[in-house]
């Protein structure tokens, strides 16, 4: 399967910016897709964006479209989630996940899942 490995998150002010990224290791990933969700407490794992590893299509949920980009390094097998724009209700626990396939927004047609970052947004 592979693993993820994510990084990067943290703190930062309405209005900023933060990076996340999600190295897999164990394999490549064409035909692959990947995708980012986050949760907040409680709450349910929520579809933020995907990227489709060969053919670098992406697709965003209506919450983040225009602020935050999703791309690939197919040399480093790992992809990026750049926040900008950012408001107090990106805060949350971010995953990365990978499935076979194009990008779909069900969580659970998710197989591999990173451990999580936090992002938290103060005003």
């Known amino acids: 399967q592979g693993q993820l490995v994510q990084s990067g998150g943290g703190l930062a002010q309405a209005g900023g910016s933060l990076r996340l990224s999600c190295a897999a290791s164990?394999?490549?990933?064409?035909?692959?897709?990947m995708a980012w969700f986050r949760q907040t407490s409680g709450n349910n794992r929520d579809f933020v964006g995907g990227?489709?590893?060969?053919?670098?299509?992406?697709d965003y949920s209506d919450s983040v479209k225009g602020r935050f980009t999703i791309s690939r390094d197919n040399a480093k097998n790992t992809v990026y989630l750049q926040m900008n724009s950012l408001k107090r209700e990106d805060t949350a626990v971010y995953y990365c996940?990978?499935?076979?396939?194009?990008?779909?927004?069900?969580?659970?047609?998710?197989?591999?899942w990173g451990q999580g970052t936090q992002v938290t947004v103060s005003s």
């Open positions: 164990g394999r490549t990933f064409g035909g692959y897709s």
């Open positions: 990227i489709q590893w060969t053919e670098g299509n992406t």
């Open positions: 996940a990978t499935r076979i396939g194009s990008v779909v927004e069900n969580r659970w047609l998710y197989k591999n």
